[in-house]
């Protein structure tokens, strides 16, 4: 009946559905609030919007980078440079929308309380400029700031052999196909040209115990992933045991673990020489590997490692009957057997978790990322690490007093929970906030996963070549037709 009078007053149903959704605003803000009062001379930029991850992201220290960083601006507009540094993190809390949209969302409990009625988001236009003014530098900075390792030694799994599980392993994001996307990042190339897309080289550095990116970066596509990994040795600390697949091997880069007083415990490629020195009691020997880069000098002896070679004896398992080697820095059998060795090593794959819980279940990979420029792309690669580090420490905040795992608690709930706090913590006072807290904390502890099931997957692909040729340069400006449509009717007889 409501939509039948509509039509017959000459009003459309959405413009009714506006005018009750304006009048419901007008009453909600006609409502008391114990925080309105705290806003009548306050400016946008003086507003924390992201309250409920204050653990995480401190607003002090967002304030800081801000000026220190030399990006304040003098003028307080409708996107702050507070906001806009928060702004990249939104987006990849909400992925499937548009930036003007999320900046709704982001500002939703803020217009609730704001004192005056007329206040509205920034434009879509204004957010664009208001990005690319900031620049990529601040959100690096912040990520570096905030990320540290999450577990303690109570942390069930996050600990073997008395060191901290850490593993490096790199990925690629496809980014949205322009051309300034495409001088800058690069793509994979073959004989038959360029692939479909720009993309940019990832390199993260996971706590493996709590899922957690420590630290990360992103370069052009063709910038290996060993030379990212040196960059990630910055965050190495004495007492870490860094995990790494056979992609990363390297005399100079085990050397370079070990002058921070970590170790390393990774998997060797088939053509690398492992000449036997010494056999120590549980079946792994000791070798010395050498370094250099070129043939026509002499090799120099590198670092004294342990080697294990192990194989499997369940048919039923991938890999089965093949031989992998390890070569660990843990030198002493009685700190770590062998068969301890290489079940330690699997936990390497906590960081394939980790990749799959950025690109499919908060970033959607299916969904491209929304920058046309590379300032742009690396201000949202950077805002999606540090948004999965602050929902990891929100999990691992709301396992501890249970004592439980924190990858038993439901990453896709994590997302879900705090991007429906946002709000509810922009609209209540200082002081109600530990309890708000301390009710996200026991939602996220409701979704408890169950015990995770043994994996396994051989190496095999499902997607096969298309029939249809590759979409080329000359495709993208398409010329438009020369007649209508039923001009270039031709029937053949």
Not at 169 to 193: C, K, L, M
Not at 355 to 381: K, N, W, Y
Not at 455 to 474: D, L, M, N
Request: aromatic share 8%; net charge positive; hydrophobic share 40%.
């Amino acid at each position: 009946m409501p939509r039948l009078r509509s039509l017959a007053s000459g009003q459309s149903p959405k413009a009714g559905l506006r005018a009750k959704t304006g009048r419901y605003i007008g009453f909600c803000r006609a409502l008391p609030s114990p925080r309105r009062h705290e806003l009548q001379d306050a400016k946008l930029s003086d507003v924390d919007v992201f309250d409920a991850l204050a653990a995480t992201i401190p607003p002090a220290l967002v304030h800081q980078l801000v000026h220190s960083l030399g990006v304040a601006r003098q003028r307080c507009r409708k996107l702050p440079a507070q906001l806009t540094l928060l702004l990249p993190i939104a987006l990849a809390l909400f992925p499937t929308d548009a930036a003007d949209a999320v900046l709704a969302k982001l500002l939703q409990g803020v217009r609730f309380i704001w004192p005056d009625p007329a206040f509205q988001p920034a434009s879509k236009g204004a957010i664009c400029r208001a990005r690319y003014q900031l620049g990529a530098r601040p959100l690096a900075h912040l990520f570096r700031a905030i990320c540290r390792p999450l577990a303690t030694p109570e942390t069930p799994g996050a600990f073997r052999f008395g060191l901290r599980l850490v593993a490096w392993d790199g990925t690629v994001e496809s980014v949205p196909d322009t051309p300034a996307n495409r001088r800058y990042f690069g793509g994979p190339t073959n004989q038959r040209g360029a692939g479909s897309f720009p993309q940019a080289r990832g390199v993260y550095l996971v706590e493996c115990g709590t899922h957690a990116v420590i630290d990360g970066g992103f370069w052009p596509y063709r910038i290996a992933e060993r030379v990212g990994a040196q960059r990630l040795l910055r965050s190495l600390a004495p007492g870490m045991l860094v995990l790494w697949d056979r992609g990363f091997h390297s005399a100079a880069l085990i050397v370079a673990v070990q002058e921070r007083g970590a170790h390393v415990l990774g998997r060797v490629p088939s053509y690398v020489r492992l000449p036997v020195r010494e056999v120590l009691p549980d079946g792994s020997y000791l070798c010395r590997l050498s370094t250099g880069k070129d043939w026509q000098r002499p090799r120099q002896p590198g670092p004294l490692v342990r080697v294990v070679v192990y194989t499997l004896t369940d048919p039923q398992r991938p890999g089965y009957r093949e031989h992998h080697r390890l070569v660990t820095t843990l030198l002493d059998p009685s700190q770590a057997s062998a068969d301890d060795l290489v079940q330690a090593y699997h936990e390497r794959w906590e960081v394939e978790l980790v990749i799959d819980e950025i690109d499919t279940h908060q970033r959607l990979a299916r969904q491209p990322l929304r920058s046309q420029h590379p300032v742009g792309v690396l201000q949202e690669l950077y805002g999606i690490l540090i948004a999965h580090y602050a929902i990891r420490a929100l999990l691992v905040a709301a396992a501890a007093p249970r004592a439980l795992d924190p990858r038993r608690l439901s990453f896709v709930w994590g997302v879900r929970l705090v991007g429906i706090a946002l709000a509810e913590f922009q609209e209540v006072v200082a002081e109600q906030r530990a309890a708000l807290y301390a009710r996200l904390l026991a939602d996220v502890q409701r979704h408890v996963l169950p015990e995770r099931a043994e994996r396994q997957y051989p190496r095999v692909i499902k997607c096969r070549r298309s029939k249809y040729p590759p979409k080329r340069a000359e495709h993208h400006r398409w010329p438009q037709p020369s007649k209508p449509f039923g001009d270039a009717i031709e029937i053949v007889k």
